[in-house]
């Protein structure tokens, strides 16, 4: 039984790599998680006790990361500090999580011969003109824009430079915004969904103009494991959903699906630096390894979505409190 070692596997996308491996193959997943605000450990309930196992550590601790590494068969790096804003607010976390944790991991899979799986974003390419027909490739030059990005984008050079020159057995993926179950109220979908349950009126960050290219967290963990499965060493996979929606459409979706005016929400001020748009070709990833999406439906995704947060209260509503008031504090 092939034994996975899933980093951040109590964040978001992360929790639901873990809940789509538990259900759909046999191995046994270890997760090693700092448990900051981000994890949340009731993400992982009523997991199979004899194929899975939690551990609470850092991704930049050597002397935790050895052992692991040693007695797992494949890394399946998701851990990262994620927030665009948070990292505006304070860059020196993603610099010790995303670049010096990636570099703690990449070391012991080196030592230990182990293969090598590193989650990253499209956020390193930057950004695209709304009127831009092209999307990004694996080839599109890196040209990040907050400290959040630069950092991911430095992982990804770390894990690259590993594999030529060290021989790491590493590949990359690059994700465009995930949406789902279990990810944290400060985020845009989940913040939306919870204002509208709580009788309060969604943000929307400026003009509402900004293009993202969405993908359920279900679609993004059965690329990840063929991409494990059947990607070739030394390569890098864009993953996405055809899924581009401007934040405006996307706010306004929720509200109709919850049965609200589709104008009932307010407009706050934009983040700084705030990227216009994203869009993903994951033509490589489908032609190459066969892979589909099963939500290539946004409207239906999102309506799943919704089900899950009103579903699951005792779930986000510790979180939510506390988040609205820093949300406050920054007019956002």
């Not at 900004?210 to 059965?222: F, G, L, M, P, T």
């Not at 979505?305 to 949300?327: C, L, S, V």
Request: proline fraction near 5%; charge should be negative; glycine fraction near 8%.
């Amino acid at each position: 039984m092939q034994k996975l070692l899933v980093t951040g596997g109590a964040g978001f996308i992360g929790s639901n790599f873990v809940h789509y491996v538990m259900s759909n193959t046999d191995r046994h997943v270890t997760v090693l998680d700092k448990l900051t605000y981000a994890g949340n450990l009731e993400s992982l309930k009523d997991l199979p006790g004899d194929r899975f196992n939690f551990v609470e550590g850092d991704i930049a601790d050597p002397a935790v990361v050895d052992a692991l590494v040693r007695d797992h068969d494949v890394v399946v790096h998701y851990a990262a500090e994620s927030h665009n804003d948070n990292s505006l607010h304070d860059p020196r976390p993603f610099l010790d999580t995303n670049i010096i944790g990636t570099y703690t991991l990449i070391e012991a899979a080196r030592k230990h011969n182990k293969r090598f799986h590193h989650i990253s974003t499209d956020e390193v390419y930057g950004d695209l003109e709304l009127d831009d027909p092209e999307r990004f490739t694996e080839n599109t030059p890196y040209n990040p824009s907050s400290p959040y990005s630069s950092t991911k984008a430095g992982s990804d050079l770390l894990v690259r430079a590993w594999v030529r020159s060290f021989g790491l057995q590493a590949t990359i993926s690059n994700c465009s915004n995930n949406y789902g179950p279990y990810q944290h109220v400060e985020k845009f979908i989940p913040r939306q969904i919870t204002n509208v349950i709580d009788g309060i009126r969604p943000k929307l960050y400026g003009k509402g103009e900004n293009v993202r290219d969405w993908i359920h967290a279900n679609d993004h963990s059965s690329a990840v494991l063929a991409i494990i499965d059947q990607g070739k060493i030394g390569e890098t996979y864009l993953i996405g959903a055809d899924g581009e929606k401007n934040n405006k459409e996307v706010v306004e979706l929720i509200l109709e699906h919850m049965g609200q005016p589709s104008d009932a929400y307010d407009h706050v001020v934009d983040r700084p630096g705030h990227d216009m748009r994203y869009a993903i070709d994951s033509t490589k990833l489908r032609t190459e390894l066969g892979w589909t999406p099963q939500y290539s439906n946004f409207d239906a995704g999102i309506e799943d979505t919704i089900a899950w947060y009103r579903d699951n209260q005792d779930w986000w509503r510790p979180q939510k409190a506390a988040t609205e008031a820093k949300y406050k504090e920054q007019g956002q």
